[in-house]
């Protein structure tokens, strides 16, 4: 089994663990069961798929494999070694930092072994290290999944040396954003109570997963223009943008550049993870102490006006079967922790990734000539979620409660999904695309109303499409969560999804230059919406 | 027999601004068998929970043991066992991995857990799933692991969170033997049931809680004695006030049967 050749790549360092106290045989051990669920994930007996075994996470990291690949031009670029290598750390650390953010947030918070695991005579700290190195285990295997081709590379095209920095930034890379990440939520559990607590943990989420898309956005604009060189010039708010830190050292050891900001950036790449790691090491019992907040019942919920929800309830769902399910997927979508874990941070990569893209056109335009242009097509990268959220539709914390909707008299089981995946339209989607819509009018005039629309009913199609490609599961919210963590199928078709919405974009882009057309384009899609839905849900 | 094993002072727990538990005293000795009842949510599976350390936020002192368990560390844990309540419990091992697994953590050697789990199974007449994953057990089964897990290292004090949830007739026959055995030996049992019968034979001493407030503390003889009442049922329903069962059931009937909720 892998999962034993794991741990005894861990045994060597038996006495480091020892030194923190941490009891690393316990630790090990429950490393061993964990990893041996993880390998038995099977899906429920309620559902009629096939059974699959084997860790399917191990399976899916090919997909990482894939990303790498992204990172080899960057090594082709130009001769700025500074630029090349914090773009090069930037990538890396937004790719690992989103899988970190988005797929191990629950293994970080998980509270439902606790009652096992913690009224055992184990010190706390031994049982959030094994968490820990959980973790850091799949980190490690994403990361070498991720790195392994492009370091290759690297190692013929750059050279030994650089191929050694490349890979002591990475570890520190990887140590950075685990404890950033983990340092995050214990600020929050310590900070914040009951119902507070989980809504601020999602919105930590999402805030994380846009600072990594900033940060990376930023890198580019540090550099000035000479001519045809991009020159790099050190200024103080540079220390606080982590690829920077990153990318100086290649910078100082490769150039001999001991100019004070590349020292000072450099230090910080090395200190930073270290201290961010002991950070996490000391407040670890508190974490864990912290997290029983998470069990917690919040007694009041709060009642909200809900007309307008009322309105679209009636104007959406046609039968009283639909609009019980309807409401149903939309409680479960908004307060279920494990979904929104797992859903919140692409939400807010659907929200931040328009904008920068537009924003990167006015690099080169002015506001006059960028609000005349076609620059709002940009709003089709939010139209990505749809399929990332659609999958997990299927998934839930709480899926063994699906019982109920195979002992009750349901006519059509199809309402199910045609309510859940309503709720999510209205719910998730339009909040994002409203918020969107306000931004883009205001920069491109009401001109682009019937744009939006269209926009819009292609999300409704690429919807349907989604789901057409991923429902595993009959019934939403009928799967455990833990098996969600991306397989490699799955991520083959959110990549074909991403690659569809690229399509709508471009045929959009077609439309629009034909006089009318747009209106012609509108009608076509929503005739193909209806018939679609009819067709899917008959 | 008058060693002391469990101390409450003062227990006082809040959550969120409302009290659960308002200042328990309890003093448990050796090879009592506690029957901890009262209504739902009184505070019963708080109790418990804050003496196996889940909850670490109470005032008042709790001594397990002779230890003030919020100074001692976790280590008082390896002389307790626990069934909780709402059968918490890894279900895709077999019971052989989860067995093994959950001695391991109580200290035991890998091969004596191994052995000592087999031979529990046995007596329950479960050796032929011993390799089968307890996803695949119905709920007594998943009860008998649980229960089973919590003797493995042959602890002290056993804390009993309704243990006899899904187990039939003759299993919990045997467990309410196994319990008073145990208690012979020394073992002290805190047992924490809806099932009053059950409660009535098998404890010497029955704490009442209600309203995180301690109601009654005796044996049932003397509950008995004090209440003038036939049974513990009805001795719970005159301690927790509640006299309108008969009432509250036609209710019940007459909103099913009502037909003009249309």
Redesign the interface.
């Known amino acids: 089994m892998i999962e034993n050749g794991l741990l005894k790549v861990l045994d060597p360092f038996r006495s480091i663990f020892r030194k923190f106290n941490i009891d690393y045989d316990?630790m090990r051990?429950?490393l061993q069961?964990k990893l041996?669920?993880d390998a038995?994930?099977?899906p429920t007996?309620l559902s009629q798929s096939k059974k699959k075994e084997g860790n399917q996470f191990i399976k899916g990291l090919w997909i990482y494999g894939l990303y790498g690949l992204i990172l080899i031009p960057f090594f082709f670029l130009g001769d700025n070694l500074m630029l090349q290598a914090s773009l090069i750390t930037g990538i890396a650390m937004f790719i690992l930092g989103t899988s970190m953010i988005s797929d191990f947030s629950s293994v970080i918070l998980d509270v439902?072994?606790?009652?096992?695991?913690?009224?055992?005579?184990?010190?706390?700290r031994t049982i959030n290290a094994a968490k820990v190195m959980h973790v850091s285990i799949y980190l490690t295997l994403i990361t070498g999944a991720f790195i392994t081709i492009p370091a290759i590379v690297l190692l013929f095209v750059n050279g030994f040396f650089y191929f050694v920095i490349f890979i002591i930034e990475i570890i520190l890379l990887d140590i950075f954003i685990l404890a950033i990440t983990s340092l995050a939520y214990i600020l929050i559990l310590r900070l914040f109570?009951?119902e507070k607590l989980k809504d601020m943990i999602n919105y930590v989420q999402i805030m994380l997963a846009i600072g990594m898309v900033i940060g990376y956005q930023i890198i580019i604009r540090v550099y000035d223009v000479v001519g045809f060189e991009l020159i790099y010039h050190f200024s103080w708010w540079h220390l606080l943008i982590p690829p920077l830190w990153f990318g100086a050292p290649f910078e100082l050891l490769l150039n001999q550049d001991y100019s004070l900001g590349i020292i000072l950036l450099s230090i910080l790449a090395i200190i930073v993870p270290i201290v961010s790691i002991f950070a996490y090491y000391v407040s670890m019992p508190s974490f864990e102490?912290n997290l029983?907040k998470l069990m917690?019942e919040?007694?009041k919920s709060k009642k909200r006006n809900k007309n307008l929800g009322q309105l679209l309830e009636r104007l959406l769902c046609f039968s009283k079967e639909e609009r019980a399910f309807y409401r149903f997927a939309s409680i479960m979508i908004s307060r279920e922790r494990d979904f929104k874990l797992k859903v919140y941070p692409s939400l807010g990569m659907g929200l931040i990734f328009p904008l920068i893209f537009l924003y990167n056109n006015l690099g080169y335009q002015s506001f006059e000539a960028l609000s005349e242009s076609k620059s709002y097509l940009t709003i089709y990268f939010c139209n990505i979620i749809i399929g990332v959220v659609v999958f997990m539709l299927q998934y839930s914390g709480k899926y063994k409660g699906a019982w109920v909707f195979y002992t009750t008299p349901i006519k059509k089981h199809s309402i199910i999904y045609s309510a859940t995946l309503k709720a999510f339209f209205v719910k998730l989607y339009l909040p994002i695309l409203f918020i969107l819509s306000i931004v883009y009018v205001w920069i491109f005039s009401f001109r682009i109303i019937p744009d939006l629309i269209v926009i819009l009913f292609s999300g409704i199609i690429l919807m349907l499409i989604s789901y057409k490609m991923f429902s595993v599961a009959k019934i939403p919210f009928t799967e455990p969560i833990e098996s969600a963590q991306q397989g490699g199928g799955s991520s083959v078709k959110i990549i074909l999804l991403m690659i569809l919405v690229g399509i709508f974009a471009t045929i959009h882009f077609a439309i629009s230059t034909i006089t009318f057309g747009i209106y012609v384009y509108l009608f076509i899609l929503v005739i193909v919406s209806i018939v679609l839905w009819k067709i899917i849900f008959r | 027999m008058e060693d002391k094993v469990l101390s409450l002072k003062n227990l006082t727990m809040s959550?969120?601004g409302?009290n659960v538990l308002n200042g328990i005293n309890l003093d448990v000795y050796r090879g009592q068998i506690i029957g901890y009842i009262g209504p739902n949510g009184a505070g019963k599976s708080t109790t418990l929970k804050i003496m196996?350390?889940?909850?670490?936020?109470y005032e008042g002192t709790v001594e397990i043991l002779g230890k003030d368990i919020s100074k001692s560390?976790?280590?008082?844990?390896?002389r307790?066992g626990?069934v909780?309540e709402n059968a918490?419990?890894?279900d895709?091992?077999t019971a052989a991995?989860y067995l093994t697994?959950?001695g391991?953590?109580?200290?035991l050697d890998r091969e004596v857990a191994r052995k000592k789990a087999l031979h529990l199974l046995i007596e329950f007449d479960m050796e032929h799933v011993f390799h089968s994953?307890i996803?695949s057990f119905s709920k007594g089964m998943r009860q008998k692991v649980l229960i089973v897990s919590s003797l493995l290292h042959n602890p002290d004090v056993i804390f009993l969170d309704e243990p006899l949830s899904g187990l039939d007739a003759n299993s919990v026959m045997i467990i309410k033997d196994m319990l008073e055995a145990l208690a012979n030996k020394g073992k002290t049992i805190f047992y924490s049931s809806h099932i009053m019968d059950v409660v009535e034979k098998i404890s010497n001493r029955i704490v009442l809680l209600v309203d995180g407030e301690i109601k009654a503390d005796g044996s049932f003889e003397e509950l008995k004695a004090e209440s003038q009442k036939g049974s513990l049922e009805s001795i719970f329903n005159q301690l927790t006030g509640f006299d309108e069962h008969k009432e509250t059931a036609e209710h019940i009937v007459s909103i099913v049967t009502e037909d003009t909720y249309d």
């Not at chain 1, 439902?112 to 005579?121: F, G, V, Y």
């Open positions: 316990m051990l429950i069961m041996t669920m038995r994930r099977v007996i439902r072994d606790k009652i096992i695991l913690n009224t055992k005579p184990i010190d706390s109570d009951g102490r029983q917690e919040s007694k | 959550y969120s409302k196996l350390g889940l909850i670490d936020n560390g976790y280590t008082y844990k390896e307790i626990y909780p918490e419990i890894y895709n091992l991995e697994f959950i391991e953590l109580y200290g994953r996803s």
